[in-house]
């Protein structure tokens, strides 16, 4: 089966049926999306598929069409992405399970939406728990990522 992750095409021997995460962690070697809950209720599994913010745990791999993008691939030549520099200062993570997650959302969304409200903000990182509760430093981290954004960052 061959999927096209982070921009490079990926060969990978799999039952159409295993889950995407699987696949990306345990035949492909891309660890960034993580596990946590198995029942695409947590987020931690979140990487995009053309753009669109999948629960990889749930998805299985045979309908995985599209180009999937993974935390490790939203960072450009040697540069940070704006989520992943405002993630930083804004001292988002703690424990940081969630986080790669909670960023892939959180790049959706600004690529949905230039300039999101809070309310935009609630509704697109939902379904991305953070058991620690930083939720008010991701949602400053997520309009830091839009200003910088803007700015061309």
């Known amino acids: 089966m ?3 992750v982070d921009g490079k095409a990926v060969e990978i021997e799999a039952d159409p049926d295993m889950p995407l995460l699987w696949a990306l962690r345990d035949l492909a070697g891309i660890t960034g999306p993580k596990f946590g809950c198995g029942i695409a209720a947590c987020g931690a599994c979140t990487v995009l598929i053309d753009g669109i913010p999948v629960r990889s745990c749930s998805l299985p791999v045979g309908q995985a069409l599209g180009e999937i993008t993974t935390i490790e691939g939203i960072s450009t030549g040697g540069k940070l992405h704006p989520v992943q520099q ?3 200062d804004e001292q ?5 399970y969630c986080q790669a997650g909670q960023i892939m ?3 959706a969304l ?3 939406i230039a300039d999101p409200t809070d ?3 609630d509704n697109a990182m939902g379904g991305n728990l953070c058991r620690c509760g930083t939720y008010p430093r991701i949602r400053a981290a997520i309009h830091k990522a839009a200003a910088l ?3 061309g960052a």
């Not at 988002?92 to 940081?96: H, K, P």
Request: charged share 20%.
């Open 2 to 4: 061959r999927l096209s």
């Open 86 to 88: 405002a993630w930083l």
């Open 92 to 96: 988002v993570a703690q424990c940081g």
């Open 105 to 107: 959302s959180a790049v």
């Open 110 to 112: 600004l690529d949905e």
């Open 119 to 121: 309310a935009d903000i």
């Open 149 to 151: 954004k803007q700015a």
